[in-house]
Structures are given as C-alpha cells and as structure tokens.
C-alpha cells in the first residue's frame, strides 16, 4: 500500500513522518500533563513543590528554543537538531530513577526540558517549510498530535487506576524515546537559496502587531498554568478517578482535533483576528466554569469542550500569524519566540503563580485568577493583532 502524501505546488510532503512525531510528541504530553503533578504528590512534594517543579519545565522554554533557534537558522539544519535535542532529553529524563529529592528532580527537569523544549520549535518551522504555499494543511498534521495526547491521557489513565502512579515515569520516558526514533525518520528540508531582501528580526520585532501577538498568546498561556498544574489534583479532590480524569483530559484534545480539522474552512471565511479574539473570551468563560462547578460534571464536560477554542483555536491561528510575521531567514527564531514567549514566560509565569496560590487561596480562586488572565490576553488582542503587517 502507498504512503499518503500531502501534494504542494513544488514538492511531496512526507505527511505520515511528520504526523509521527507529532503523535508521539503531544503522546508525552498526555502522559506528562495529566499524571506527572499527581505522581509527584505521592513522593511529598507540596503544592510549592510542584508548582516550582512544573514552572521549570515551562521557563526552559524561554532560554532553550531562542538558543536553538538561532544554532538552526544559521545552520540550515533544524532536524538535527531535533533529534540531537530528543536525544538528550531521553537520557537526561533518564535521571528520574537515579534519585527522587527535590534538589536531584530540579536538575533533572532543568536538563530534560532544555533538550526537550528545543526540538519542536525548529519541528514546526520544518513542518511549515515542507508544505511551502499549503500550510493550512498544517492543522491535519497536527491534528495527529492531538490523537497521540488523547491515546496516552486514556490508555496511562487505566493503567494508573489497575495499579498506581509510580508506572507514570517509565511510560513518559518511553514516549521519550519514541520522539527522538521518529525523529531520524523525518527528512531535513532542501532550503533553496532564495536571494529576497529581509527587515532586521530588531524591526519585525517592533510592529504593533507582532507585540500584541506575543503578549497576548504569553497572558493566555499564563491563564493555564493552573490547568496544566492542578487540573488533575484539583479533581481527585473533588472525588473524580484517575480513568474519569484521563477522558476529561482527553475529551479538550478530542475537541482541539475536531477544530483543527475545521480551521481550514473557518480561517478563511471568518479571518483570523476574529476567531483570534472569540477564543480568548472563550477561554475566560473556561476557567470560570471550572473555578465554580467543579463538582458538576456536566460543566466540566463543557469546559473541556472549550478547549477547542482555549488551545486550539489560539495555537492555530498564532501558528499562521508567526508564519507571516517571520518570514525567511527568521522563520525558526519566528517559532522559538513563539514557543518562549507563550509556553515559557506565560506558562512559567502561571505555573508559579497557582503553585504559591493553590495552598492558600484554593483551587476554585486560581482558576479564577486564570480566567482574568485570559481577559487580559483579550484586550491586548483586541487592540493590536492582525492579520497583516501594519507600518
């Protein structure tokens, strides 16, 4: 049977590798965001703890993506660098079994996530560069992401309820390690030289537009922290199984896939300062449902569901924006300040902030903190992104 291929107008995109490393990169996600807090918790760890923990893993994104970003534009050579960085990050990940004190797991995760971090920046940028003039194809690549995240949620959600937390750091290691074997698969892209006059990365940086961007993806990233810290801590409180967690986990991802299947039809008829801007209102209304109804599962259904707007829509449409804005030469750096400034600052920024909060103010205060946070973003969209540079 031949492999499906994605046609664009000048070359034949490898549609399967690319989705591959994609699914087993947001499978570790599955694996890591749902479980890996509540493991930590069975170690001892205090909310602080964790939170620090976790703030870690998202601040390394604002150092390691620019560091390799910059290596990969210079070079040419973004998918070595993805495996080397995958690479390593199996290795350093490896650390978890050696020892299980605080000081020891805050190396670990300064190191795993520096590695781990840098790889799907440049990823993306050679995702982008196959498809050349079809990157709304992008969202069905990426779509296989999701379906990896939404498998691992699920299937270490059982696993976990038939015998306990401590399977969780052998299964993300091996996702780990499914990352960097589908990496060696994936070709590098053939860069033409292509002699086009380029604004400085200093200029690009100071349109209104590319500010607003960042900031507002940074300020709605933040507003997950919590999310992405607590969610599953905050509902094994309220009495919620590991199994019930894992489908609600994987319920959003269900619904992010859905909306990037149909990105292709709404960006175009809809624009995308407009879906832009529906999405971070949408998420406010997200992390109220969850601050005011947790013990509703009929409410937190429906703030899963929005994760289709929260993550999906956001990601989507910043993803096609940063391709815009960051054109040639600039386009892994494009994806690094991207990755940096919203998953590094923001989610760092949130993951912190819920942590020092959790204990004293309560989950139900956090997530409202989180929905102010995405009121924020809004704002800031609403008064400088676009869908064109603007002088």
Known sequence: ??????????????????????????????ALLPYWNPYLKTLGYSSFEIGF??????GTKIVAPN?????????????????????????????????????????????????WNASLPQFEATTMSHLETDTHRYNVIRSWGSIGFIIAAVGLGWLVEWKDLSLVPFFILLLFLTIWLSSLVVPEYDNKPVHVEHESLKKVLM???????????LLIQASHGAYYTFYSIYLEG????????GQLWALGVI???????????????????????LALLLTSVRWVLVSQWPDSLMWLVVA??????????????????????????????GQALYSSM???????????????????????????????????SFLVAFWGVRESRIN
């Open 304 to 333: 899963q569901l929005l994760h289709a707007a929260s993550f999906g829509v956001v990601h989507a449409v910043a993803i096609h924006l940063i391709h815009l804005f960051f054109t040639g030469k600039h386009q892994g750096r």
């Open 1 to 30: 049977m031949n492999t499906p291929q994605v046609q664009t107008s000048s070359s034949v995109v490898p549609y399967w590798r690319l989705s591959g490393f994609y699914f087993f990169y947001f499978a570790s996600l599955g």
């Open 238 to 245: 309220y009495g919620y199984s590991n199994i019930l967690i």
């Open 342 to 376: 919203s998953f590094g600052v923001g989610g760092a920024l949130g993951s912190f902030l819920s942590g020092v909060m959790w204990q004293s103010a309560g989950g139900e205060k956090v997530f409202l903190v989180s929905a102010v946070f995405a009121a924020l």
């Open 53 to 58: 923990l976790m703030a870690i893993v998202m």
């Open 67 to 115: 560091i390799w970003g910059w290596i990969a534009d210079h070079t040419g050579k973004r998918m070595f660098i993805v495996r080397l960085a995958s690479f390593l990050s199996v290795l350093c990940f490896a650390g978890v079994f050696i020892h299980s004190g605080f000081a020891w797991l805050v190396i670990v995760m300064i190191t795993f996530s520096f590695f």
């Open 255 to 277: 619904a992010e896939i859905i909306l990037f299947v149909m990105m292709f039809h709404l960006m175009p008829r809809y624009g995308a300062r407009r879906l832009f801007l």
């Open 207 to 217: 349109r209104k537009e590319v500010i607003a961007l960042l900031l507002s993806c």
